[in-house]
């Protein structure tokens, strides 16, 4: 997956990587019932799924690269540069984070719907 196109900040792409990775690893948690503090940390949320999804964490090492595209660039407070490049790889990132965690999810999600 590219980022493509000529855009005068790339930052948005990143913010929505993170944002994407963090909602997948939380869904994760509440459907192993899995409580959590408040918190955009992705590493934390990827380690407290470990003990239930073993390999989880070597399976999305890296992700805490999206951590400073979190809340700090989204409003301004510290506003992280990315590159075309970068972002690109942000989004690939977070593709795969999405798609383990849809598998994962796929087998309870599938159960719950009617026949």
Do not use: N
Not at 96 to 107: F, N
């Amino acid at each position: 997956m590219i980022v493509a196109g000529e855009l005068p900040s790339y930052e948005a792409a990143s913010f929505h990587a993170q944002q994407a990775v963090e909602k997948a690893l939380k869904a994760l948690l509440t459907r192993h019932q899995v409580e959590f503090r408040r918190t955009h940390d992705l590493g934390e949320l990827r380690d407290l799924a470990e003990p239930m999804v073993p390999g989880i964490s070597g399976a999305l090492a890296g992700v805490e690269a999206l951590i400073p595209h979190a809340v700090d660039s989204r409003y301004l407070l510290d506003e992280v540069p990315v590159t075309a490049e970068e972002a690109t790889r942000h989004v690939e990132m977070a593709s795969d984070a999405l798609d383990r965690v849809r598998s994962l999810l796929r087998e309870y999600l599938e159960a719950g719907r009617p026949a």
